[in-house]
Protein backbone atom coordinates (compact mmCIF):
# COMPACT_ATOMS: atom_id res chain seq x y z
CA UNK A 1 0.00 0.00 0.00
CA UNK A 2 0.90 3.12 -1.10
CA UNK A 3 0.19 6.53 0.91
CA UNK A 4 0.99 10.16 0.51
CA UNK A 5 -1.22 13.20 1.68
CA UNK A 6 -4.50 12.60 0.30
CA UNK A 7 -3.99 9.64 -1.51
CA UNK A 8 -3.61 5.87 -1.31
CA UNK A 9 -2.75 3.40 -3.39
CA UNK A 10 -3.25 -0.53 -3.06
CA UNK A 11 -1.63 -2.57 -5.88
CA UNK A 12 -1.07 -6.28 -6.36
CA UNK A 13 2.27 -7.30 -7.05
CA UNK A 14 2.92 -8.42 -11.05
CA UNK A 15 2.83 -12.20 -11.34
CA UNK A 16 5.17 -13.45 -14.67
CA UNK A 17 5.86 -16.47 -16.25
CA UNK A 18 8.54 -16.88 -19.45
CA UNK A 19 8.99 -19.76 -21.59
CA UNK A 20 12.17 -19.85 -24.01
CA UNK A 21 12.71 -21.81 -27.29
CA UNK A 22 16.72 -20.99 -27.06
CA UNK A 23 19.48 -22.74 -24.85
CA UNK A 24 21.91 -20.98 -23.20
CA UNK A 25 25.15 -20.36 -25.36
CA UNK A 26 28.49 -20.01 -24.24
CA UNK A 27 29.86 -18.38 -27.34
CA UNK A 28 27.72 -16.94 -30.05
CA UNK A 29 26.79 -19.56 -32.96
CA UNK A 30 24.96 -17.59 -35.51
CA UNK A 31 21.58 -15.32 -36.54
CA UNK A 32 19.00 -18.09 -36.14
CA UNK A 33 21.47 -20.52 -33.77
CA UNK A 34 21.13 -17.85 -30.95
CA UNK A 35 17.46 -16.61 -31.84
CA UNK A 36 15.06 -16.83 -28.45
CA UNK A 37 11.31 -16.39 -27.86
CA UNK A 38 10.45 -15.70 -24.54
CA UNK A 39 6.45 -15.24 -23.88
CA UNK A 40 5.80 -12.86 -20.58
CA UNK A 41 2.26 -12.65 -18.78
CA UNK A 42 1.37 -10.19 -16.21
CA UNK A 43 -1.86 -9.12 -14.21
CA UNK A 44 -1.67 -5.66 -12.63
CA UNK A 45 -4.41 -4.55 -10.26
CA UNK A 46 -4.84 -1.17 -8.69
CA UNK A 47 -7.56 0.14 -5.86
CA UNK A 48 -6.92 3.87 -5.26
CA UNK A 49 -8.90 5.89 -2.76
CA UNK A 50 -8.97 9.60 -2.82
CA UNK A 51 -9.20 11.60 0.78
CA UNK A 52 -10.08 14.81 1.57
CA UNK A 53 -10.29 16.68 -1.23
CA UNK A 54 -9.42 13.93 -3.98
CA UNK A 55 -11.91 12.82 -6.42
CA UNK A 56 -11.41 11.30 -9.70
CA UNK A 57 -13.86 12.30 -12.63
CA UNK A 58 -16.00 10.28 -14.80
CA UNK A 59 -17.87 12.32 -17.32
CA UNK A 60 -21.01 11.16 -17.82
CA UNK A 61 -24.22 13.12 -19.97
CA UNK A 62 -25.36 14.46 -17.05
CA UNK A 63 -21.63 16.13 -16.15
CA UNK A 64 -18.79 15.35 -14.71
CA UNK A 65 -19.56 13.14 -11.50
CA UNK A 66 -16.80 12.47 -8.96
CA UNK A 67 -15.99 9.58 -7.20
CA UNK A 68 -13.45 8.44 -4.08
CA UNK A 69 -12.55 5.10 -5.48
CA UNK A 70 -11.04 3.90 -8.94
CA UNK A 71 -9.78 0.52 -9.80
CA UNK A 72 -7.49 -0.76 -12.60
CA UNK A 73 -7.09 -4.57 -13.57
CA UNK A 74 -5.44 -5.52 -16.48
CA UNK A 75 -3.57 -8.80 -17.88
CA UNK A 76 -0.50 -7.81 -19.84
CA UNK A 77 1.46 -10.27 -22.74
CA UNK A 78 4.57 -9.46 -23.68
CA UNK A 79 6.33 -11.72 -27.14
CA UNK A 80 10.25 -10.98 -26.94
CA UNK A 81 11.96 -12.15 -29.91
CA UNK A 82 15.78 -11.90 -30.14
CA UNK A 83 18.08 -13.30 -32.59
CA UNK A 84 21.74 -13.79 -32.69
CA UNK A 85 23.92 -12.38 -35.41
CA UNK A 86 25.31 -13.24 -38.38
CA UNK A 87 28.73 -13.91 -39.60
CA UNK A 88 31.48 -11.11 -40.24
CA UNK A 89 32.93 -7.90 -39.43
CA UNK A 90 30.07 -6.33 -38.83
CA UNK A 91 27.33 -8.27 -37.41
CA UNK A 92 23.63 -8.08 -37.85
CA UNK A 93 20.73 -9.05 -35.48
CA UNK A 94 17.16 -7.60 -34.76
CA UNK A 95 15.20 -7.76 -31.62
CA UNK A 96 11.30 -7.78 -32.33
CA UNK A 97 8.70 -7.85 -29.07
CA UNK A 98 4.77 -7.87 -29.18
CA UNK A 99 3.19 -6.00 -26.71
CA UNK A 100 -0.75 -6.47 -25.44
CA UNK A 101 -3.23 -5.75 -22.79
CA UNK A 102 -6.32 -6.81 -21.79
CA UNK A 103 -9.39 -5.19 -19.47
CA UNK A 104 -10.35 -7.29 -17.55
CA UNK A 105 -12.11 -4.51 -15.05
CA UNK A 106 -14.91 -2.75 -17.64
CA UNK A 107 -16.75 -0.89 -15.60
CA UNK A 108 -17.46 2.98 -16.03
CA UNK A 109 -17.87 3.41 -12.54
CA UNK A 110 -14.70 1.30 -11.49
CA UNK A 111 -12.15 2.88 -14.37
CA UNK A 112 -13.43 6.19 -12.79
CA UNK A 113 -12.44 8.09 -16.04
CA UNK A 114 -9.44 5.87 -16.81
CA UNK A 115 -5.93 6.61 -15.55
CA UNK A 116 -2.35 5.87 -16.36
CA UNK A 117 -2.72 1.98 -16.02
CA UNK A 118 -6.26 1.90 -17.57
CA UNK A 119 -6.89 3.44 -20.99
CA UNK A 120 -10.37 4.31 -21.16
CA UNK A 121 -12.31 6.61 -24.65
CA UNK A 122 -13.14 10.12 -24.29
CA UNK A 123 -16.70 9.41 -22.86
CA UNK A 124 -15.27 6.48 -20.26
CA UNK A 125 -15.71 3.75 -21.54
CA UNK A 126 -12.86 1.29 -21.02
CA UNK A 127 -10.57 0.62 -23.89
CA UNK A 128 -11.22 -3.44 -23.61
CA UNK A 129 -7.85 -4.40 -25.31
CA UNK A 130 -4.67 -2.48 -27.46
CA UNK A 131 -1.90 -4.03 -28.90
CA UNK A 132 1.68 -2.54 -30.32
CA UNK A 133 5.30 -3.25 -31.54
CA UNK A 134 7.00 -2.45 -28.04
CA UNK A 135 10.23 -3.27 -29.81
CA UNK A 136 11.51 -3.45 -33.15
CA UNK A 137 14.89 -2.49 -33.64
CA UNK A 138 18.37 -3.50 -35.85
CA UNK A 139 21.55 -4.96 -33.99
CA UNK A 140 25.16 -3.83 -35.33
CA UNK A 141 27.75 -5.20 -33.67
CA UNK A 142 31.44 -4.68 -34.79
CA UNK A 143 33.82 -6.51 -31.83
CA UNK A 144 32.24 -5.84 -28.71
CA UNK A 145 30.63 -2.76 -29.73
CA UNK A 146 26.63 -2.74 -30.54
CA UNK A 147 24.90 -0.17 -32.41
CA UNK A 148 20.79 -0.35 -32.06
CA UNK A 149 18.79 1.86 -34.47
CA UNK A 150 14.83 1.92 -34.00
CA UNK A 151 12.36 1.13 -31.15
CA UNK A 152 14.14 0.01 -27.93
CA UNK A 153 14.16 0.11 -24.45
CA UNK A 154 17.72 1.49 -22.70
CA UNK A 155 19.20 1.45 -18.96
CA UNK A 156 21.09 4.62 -17.91
CA UNK A 157 21.48 7.22 -14.89
CA UNK A 158 19.73 10.30 -17.61
CA UNK A 159 17.10 8.14 -19.17
CA UNK A 160 15.86 4.85 -18.33
CA UNK A 161 11.96 2.25 -19.63
CA UNK A 162 9.92 1.93 -16.96
CA UNK A 163 8.14 -1.14 -16.06
CA UNK A 164 6.31 -0.29 -13.43
CA UNK A 165 2.05 -1.12 -15.14
CA UNK A 166 1.34 -3.62 -17.34
CA UNK A 167 3.85 -3.22 -19.58
CA UNK A 168 6.92 -1.55 -20.01
CA UNK A 169 7.62 1.39 -22.32
CA UNK A 170 10.18 2.06 -25.12
CA UNK A 171 11.63 4.29 -27.15
CA UNK A 172 12.51 5.54 -30.82
CA UNK A 173 16.41 6.20 -31.78
CA UNK A 174 19.83 4.87 -31.45
CA UNK A 175 21.81 3.49 -28.91
CA UNK A 176 25.47 2.39 -28.59
CA UNK A 177 26.94 0.68 -26.10
CA UNK A 178 30.57 -0.79 -26.03
CA UNK A 179 32.30 -3.24 -23.72
CA UNK A 180 35.93 -2.93 -25.99
CA UNK A 181 37.88 -1.93 -23.09
CA UNK A 182 38.20 -4.08 -20.31
CA UNK A 183 36.45 -2.94 -17.26
CA UNK A 184 35.03 0.22 -19.37
CA UNK A 185 31.29 0.15 -20.55
CA UNK A 186 30.29 3.41 -22.66
CA UNK A 187 26.71 4.47 -23.70
CA UNK A 188 25.57 6.88 -25.94
CA UNK A 189 21.96 7.84 -27.29
CA UNK A 190 19.24 9.56 -29.21
CA UNK A 191 15.70 9.58 -28.93
CA UNK A 192 12.66 11.37 -30.23
CA UNK A 193 9.82 10.00 -29.62
CA UNK A 194 8.50 7.46 -26.64
CA UNK A 195 6.02 4.72 -26.61
CA UNK A 196 4.32 4.90 -22.96
CA UNK A 197 3.75 2.22 -20.35
CA UNK A 198 0.22 2.47 -21.28
CA UNK A 199 -1.76 2.87 -24.47
CA UNK A 200 -0.24 1.86 -28.14
CA UNK A 201 1.66 4.52 -30.82
CA UNK A 202 4.28 6.89 -29.97
CA UNK A 203 4.17 10.01 -28.53
CA UNK A 204 6.49 12.99 -27.74
CA UNK A 205 8.97 12.51 -24.76
CA UNK A 206 7.85 13.67 -21.35
CA UNK A 207 9.51 13.10 -17.99
CA UNK A 208 7.99 10.05 -16.05
CA UNK A 209 6.79 12.51 -13.40
CA UNK A 210 5.65 15.70 -14.38
CA UNK A 211 2.99 17.06 -16.32
CA UNK A 212 2.11 15.45 -19.96
CA UNK A 213 1.89 19.23 -21.26
CA UNK A 214 5.63 19.74 -20.88
CA UNK A 215 7.22 17.56 -24.00
CA UNK A 216 10.38 17.81 -25.79
CA UNK A 217 11.59 17.10 -29.47
CA UNK A 218 14.73 14.50 -28.07
CA UNK A 219 16.78 13.38 -25.31
CA UNK A 220 20.28 12.59 -25.85
CA UNK A 221 23.18 11.44 -23.73
CA UNK A 222 26.57 9.73 -23.29
CA UNK A 223 28.50 8.77 -20.50
CA UNK A 224 30.53 5.58 -19.01
CA UNK A 225 30.49 3.09 -16.15
CA UNK A 226 33.85 1.88 -15.43
CA UNK A 227 35.57 -1.01 -12.72
CA UNK A 228 38.83 -0.88 -11.59
CA UNK A 229 40.61 -4.64 -10.64
CA UNK A 230 40.20 -3.83 -7.27
CA UNK A 231 36.10 -3.08 -7.43
CA UNK A 232 36.01 -0.05 -7.36
CA UNK A 233 32.82 2.17 -9.29
CA UNK A 234 32.84 4.96 -11.48
CA UNK A 235 30.56 6.48 -13.86
CA UNK A 236 29.90 10.41 -15.53
CA UNK A 237 27.31 10.83 -17.76
CA UNK A 238 26.30 14.04 -19.74
CA UNK A 239 22.76 14.85 -21.26
CA UNK A 240 20.43 17.22 -22.87
CA UNK A 241 16.56 17.20 -22.49
CA UNK A 242 15.42 19.16 -25.00
CA UNK A 243 13.78 22.45 -23.77
CA UNK A 244 13.86 20.43 -20.30
CA UNK A 245 17.23 20.19 -18.90
CA UNK A 246 20.74 19.96 -19.65
Known sequence: MYRNGNFALFTLGSLAAA???????????????????????????????????????????DGVRQLRDRTAWLAGFKLDFVSGFTDGP??????????????????????????????????GDVVDDWSKLGIAALKFK??????KVGRQQVRTPMMSYTDTRTLPSSFNGVSLESHD????????????KGSPRTGAGSQDLTPT???????????????????????????AYVSRFDDIWD
Do not use: C, M
Open 181 to 192: IEGLTIKSGYFD
Open 90 to 123: VKLGLDLSTFSAVALERSRIAAAGGSNRLLVNPD
Open 19 to 61: ISTSQVHAQEQGFVQDRSLTLNTRQWYSHEIGHKATYFKLQTP
Open 142 to 147: VADTLL
Open 209 to 235: YGSPLVTSDFNAYAGADYVSSAGWRSS
